[in-house]
């Protein structure tokens, strides 16, 4: 594991202001796919929330092979540090759309997602239960808001037991026909680098927390930055990144943009360090 901090002074500060500010002003906001969950096991790749589903047996094999095409031509281009946002942000609507219209020929059936999620190699980080159980006994609201599959992502953390009630959940969620057949995706759709007020309907979340001005965001990706943008009035915000890809070519970016950068590190313990402090 590697702990890296550009401005170690800065982040203590931010870390001091948010004990002295105390429980009831905080609030996290956190990604979920790689950030929550992990992104290596056993020296493969843990699978996404999309790809539970897109591995699943109620995946066709040519369905599964064209889902794995997608992949292997978009997440290159996701990660991709010579590419602007403006540049990946059309691509990553075209990766999103094409792999929901695969999804949604499948018949797959509402009912059989707790077995998908069981079957899957998910794993979330090391830790993931301190997290949740800490937040959930300080009455701290956790934010879920990610570019998964919201269904999938609840699912897991339901079966890990930690879907308590002070987590709220923004993603994309299957839309079923009454059959319970998966037919589409609700909109709008969210992909890496919407993360924003564009995809916030619902904006009274936020409005209802706007006395929790100290905020710890935890993400993955360079999209993740701007989650916590619907937030009224930031006081203290803590900027917390794995940096789980193409470390070296990233490095720079996420230093500069992430308050604290997390190498090879598949825990939450950072984070629960922090916690048990301000807490
Ligand atoms: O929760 P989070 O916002 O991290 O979820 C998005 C992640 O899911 C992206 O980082 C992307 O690599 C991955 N993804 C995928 N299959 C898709 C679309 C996105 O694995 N069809
Ligand atoms: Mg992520």
Known sequence: ???RIK????VAGIIRAMKEQGTHKLQVISDFDMTLSRFGCNGRRCPTSHNILDNSRVVSEEGRRQLKDLLHYYYPIEIDPKR?????RPLMVEWWSKAHELLSQQKILKSDIPQIVRESDVMLRDGF???FNRLHKYNVPLFIFSAGVGDILEEIIRQANVFHPNVNVVSNYMDFDDNGVLRRFKAPLIHTYNKNNSVLRDTEYFQQLSARTSIILLGDSMGDLTMADGVPSVEN???IGFLNDKVEEQRERYLDAYDVVLESDETLDVVNGILRFVL
């Open 7 to 10: 401005d170690p002074e800065r």
């Open 237 to 239: 915000i803590l900027k």
């Open 129 to 131: 239960d301190e997290l």
């Open 1 to 3: 594991i590697t702990v």
């Open 84 to 88: 602007t946002l403006e540049e990946k």
